[in-house]
């Protein structure tokens, strides 16, 4: 799926001919074809024209839109593509206890894994001890596929998140440190980094699943969250380590984002990218998104990440379609 983010403020997105105008203080800054693009992502105040808006509509093109700080805020979708049979069928699975608690165990195990993937990756060069770590985590992971409700899954996901970020916080450059997870706000540039991200591709997930016509609020791990787009939080779930905070992790200790690209908000006092570092960050993202890897298992062929997770969400189909949760198989990095 091909992304045109705006977040330039006080921006006015507009149509002429067939193609997308972005305009800055009466200055076109981007013009795009509109046959290129699937999604269109507005951050903070930016303005979008009625005939842009219809031009979307009739061309199945979701904008989403933002706070600017990346909060999700809504989106606007065509239906024109909705499939009630396969939501149905989908729904159903939704509801079945044991397929779901083997959806569950899978992926949250195989978060888990690639959370352990991660540490050992930035911790090569590093004279950080992390055995106790790694022990502590590998623990969770069995005891995940030991579990019988999926609350006793989500306690020990929670453990393994608490001491991957631990040790996670001090493989980071020694500026950008943090000690653990602090989200609504994040308390420093690294939680900001992942916050913004995890937002990111929470929103391409959604995407996906409403191209592949599946529902997005009727997941198998998080299905009881009112208003919330619960499969996209369980797809996500096996990518939060591989995509984003990876991508953090580079960012900050390879220097590509400094600590000028971030500010304080005066109300929260939460740490946020300012408006060069939405910019900088949503092209890094975007080249990761498009970065090639072989991670899934089923094919021998390198694929985009945004591909691989088209590939998974078919997997998913696939796997109510035959009534075998079996058949959807996380992504493991090594």
């Not at 699937?38 to 979307?56: P, R, W």
């Not at 306690?155 to 020694?174: Q, S, V």
């Not at 890094?284 to 062929?301: A, G, V």
Request: charged share 20%.
């Amino acid at each position: 799926m091909a992304y045109l983010c705006i977040s330039e403020q006080g921006a006015f997105l507009g149509i002429s001919g067939n193609r997308f105008t972005v305009k800055s203080k009466g200055e076109v800054i981007k013009s795009v074809p509109a046959e290129v693009v699937d999604v269109i992502e507005i951050f903070g105040n930016v303005q979008v024209s009625t005939q842009c808006l219809t031009k979307c509509l009739r061309s199945g093109i979701d904008v989403i839109y933002l706070s600017m700080n990346g909060s999700y805020q809504g989106r606007l979708i065509s239906l024109s593509h909705a499939n009630s049979i396969k939501q149905r069928k989908q729904l159903c699975y939704s509801n079945d206890r044991d397929f779901s608690l083997t959806i569950s165990k899978n992926i949250i195990a195989a978060k888990i894994s690639n959370q352990i993937a991660i540490l050992r990756r930035y911790g090569r060069n590093r004279n950080t001890d992390l055995s106790a770590g790694f022990r502590n985590m590998r623990l969770a992971e069995k005891a995940v596929m030991k579990c019988s409700v999926i609350s006793q899954i989500l306690g020990h996901e929670g453990y393994a998140a608490k001491e991957y970020f631990k040790y996670l916080g001090g493989l980071t450059d020694p500026q950008f440190a943090f000690n653990g997870r602090t989200r609504r706000p994040p308390r420093d540039p690294f939680n900001s980094l992942i916050s913004f991200g995890y937002t990111l591709l929470f929103n391409e997930i959604i995407g996906i699943i409403e191209l592949k016509n599946l529902n997005p609020f009727w997941g198998f791990i998080h299905h009881d969250h009112l208003k919330h787009q619960s499969l996209a939080s369980d797809l996500m779930e096996e990518w939060r380590a591989v995509i984003v905070d990876s991508l953090a992790m580079s960012c900050l200790n390879g220097h590509e984002i400094v600590m000028s690209n971030f500010r304080q908000n005066e109300n929260n006092q939460g740490i946020y990218l300012n408006q060069e570092g939405i910019r900088l960050f949503l092209s890094k993202f975007e080249n990761k998104m498009n970065t090639k890897s072989r991670y899934l298992d089923f094919i021998d062929y390198a694929i985009s990440f945004r591909k691989a997770i088209e590939y998974q969400i078919e997997r998913l189909i696939k796997a109510i379609d035959r009534n075998s949760p079996e058949y959807y198989i996380p992504v493991r990095i090594r």
